[in-house]
Structures are given as C-alpha cells and as structure tokens.
C-alpha cells in the first residue's frame, strides 16, 4: 500500500505562484514515475507534469514555461512549482505516482486562481 499526501494548494490571484508538494510513503517502495495531473468539475482528469526517478520530464502544452516539476528521491517527494497563474489553471490537483506494478493517487488538493 502506498499513500500519497499533497500539500500546498490554496487561492491565488492571477499572475501568482503556489508551490505544489505530495509525499509518498509506503513499504518496499520502488516509484518509477511521479507526476501531476489536475480535473475541473465536468471535465477529465489530464495530465499537467510528470517526472523518471532519472529527472526526465515532461509537460503539458497548457503549462510549459510557468511550470517546473521537481522530485527528492531519497524522500519519494515530487513538487510542483507554478508561476504566472491564470484562472484556467483552477483545479483539483492530484498527485500520481507508479511503478511497474502499480499506480496510486493522492486525494488532491484545491487550487484557485482568481482573476
């Protein structure tokens, strides 16, 4: 069982920055990938950031350039640093991490940007 706890939502207005952190402890833990994804009310849940256990990562279009994913291995924390926020970003944000074998998701966080 792993568990997955995400911190640092909240309400920012436009053009401000959140920090966005998920812990994941669990035992025998072996997390191939860590990523972040967010949902709108009515919406599918989509992709925003994802980061290897390598440093490899990858962005969704709608973020690349006010967006920065970071991991601590040794602590199984990923980040998500996001400047220059925009309404559109409003949220829940969800924290994924996976392995071969399997895929858990944190139980999100609220963020809201106001114009």
């Known amino acids: 069982q792993v568990q997955l706890v995400e911190s640092g939502g909240g309400l920012v207005q436009a053009g401000g920055s959140l920090r966005l952190s998920c812990a994941a402890s669990?035992?025998?833990?072996?997390?191939?990938?860590m990523g972040w994804y967010r949902q709108c009310p009515g919406k599918q849940r989509e992709l925003v950031a994802t980061?290897?256990?390598?440093?490899?990562?990858n962005y969704a279009d709608s973020v690349k350039g006010r967006c920065t994913i970071s991991r601590d291995n040794a602590k199984n924390t990923v980040y998500l640093q996001m400047n220059s926020l925009k309404p559109e970003d409003t949220a829940v944000y969800y924290c994924?991490?996976?392995?071969?074998?399997?895929?858990?998701w944190g139980q999100g966080t609220q963020v809201t940007v106001s114009s």
């Open positions: 980061i290897t256990n390598g440093g490899s990562t």
């Open positions: 994924k991490a996976s392995s071969t074998w399997w895929a858990y």
């Open positions: 669990g035992r025998g833990l072996s997390i191939n990938v």
